[in-house]
């Protein structure tokens, strides 16, 4: 079939038109992703501000207010927050970039733990979902236990644990408890997070682009826990 001049410019236009409109399509979901991120961002510093054993229900609720937090498992018959129990959870996602399959999903995870009226835990995960690269995964948690509450012993022994250990000894996990016998400085590098995973179109594939930059998460080619890092 033989196209002429005219069948070729309108070719031209559309596929000009197709073009502009993916191309605004991505810049409108870009800016929707990289609003999510700044809202992490905000999210982690706030939440820092809370004083594990010491801030009330109330600022845990206003958090939630502001960041669009959802009860979590409170017991198996009521979700809902009371005073004595109260579990917020808080989702920020690499959507909807991820949901046109651009990048791999990565989300960052918050919880606050509430009893009795105090804020008695605060939990984060940073992760990015396995595919062709490998998972990596990094939560930092800070609870105070009671003798009823049955978890386990990586939850309430201070340290850094490195799990599922590659060959050249890096970790796919990185966990660290923050407790009594933390360190100001271990504090501080525990919850120093680079959330840029959240809008970025590369460079997330390997843990150096999830983990605290100051933790030297490298080491033997086996699950190991320390005190020390």
Known sequence: MKINKY???VLVVEAGLLLLAGLVTFVVVWVRTVQQKHRADAFLQDVLKLEVGKSTLEEALKLAQKFGAMPWYVNSDDMRCTYQRCELRFVFENRPLTSVHLVRYV???GTVSVKNGLVVGRELDYGREAGRYEEFEYGVMEHLWSQEDHVPRSWIESGMWRLK???DGIPRI???TIGPT???DQRKRAYA???SCLDNLFGCNNPAAMFPPGIAYRGTAFQTHSNDW
């Open 174 to 176: 990185l966990r660290v």
């Open 193 to 195: 997070l680079d959330l």
């Open 7 to 9: 069948h070729f410019q």
């Open 107 to 109: 989300e960052l995870i």
């Open 165 to 167: 250990v590659r060959e």
């Open 182 to 184: 933390s360190t100001p």
